[in-house]
């Protein structure tokens, strides 16, 4: 279980992925939420690391102050998947449609991008309610048949 490097890439998916990725491995190895800012930083490089040894030296006094893993998240978040960014792909979200995707295509994108609208779809009956109303009008009305209370039961009934 190799933990992957992030260099400050400009690509939110990529800087979502990486954080997604270090929190999986947080998990497997049940690490000490005191130890996760030092260890996550560690795969820090390039563009990335130059960010957070300058936010270590005038916010953290040179590492002297502990940061908190919420704090590194927030702090991460706001420089590699800026507001705005998030904004977009929230939009991108309540826009997306199934259009020319298969079924999984288009839940692969719902999943991923449905992140930037957990205010919108924080339940799973209006995560499925949002997710039918993007399928092809021929599928939706199948899915919308077999009822749909979790995202899961209605990928299934458009599956079918």
Do not use: N
């Not at 890439?9 to 990725?21: K, N, T, V």
């Not at 927030?74 to 507001?83: C, D, G, K, Q, T």
């Not at 924080?122 to 048949?145: I, N, Q, T, W, Y």
């Amino acid at each position: 279980m190799a933990p992957p490097s992030f260099k400050g890439e400009s690509d939110p998916l990529l800087a979502e992925s990486w954080m997604r990725e270090i929190e999986k491995i947080f998990r497997a190895v049940r690490c000490a939420e005191e130890d996760m800012v030092s260890l996550a930083t560690y795969m820090l490089q390039e563009r990335a690391d130059v960010w957070w040894a300058s936010l270590l030296h005038t916010r953290f006094e040179d590492g002297a102050v502990e940061v908190a893993w919420v704090e590194f998240v927030r702090l991460f978040w706001a420089m590699f998947v800026p507001e705005h960014i998030q904004d977009r792909m929230e939009h991108e979200f309540l826009t997306l449609t199934q259009g020319s995707m298969t079924v999984l295509e288009y839940e692969a994108w719902f999943v991923e991008l449905s992140k930037y609208a957990a205010h919108i779809v924080g339940d799973e009956h209006r995560k499925a309610k949002k997710f039918v109303m993007g399928l092809k009008p021929s599928l939706r009305s199948r899915v919308v048949a077999f009822g749909r209370r979790t995202l899961d039961e209605a990928l299934s009934a458009a599956c079918r």
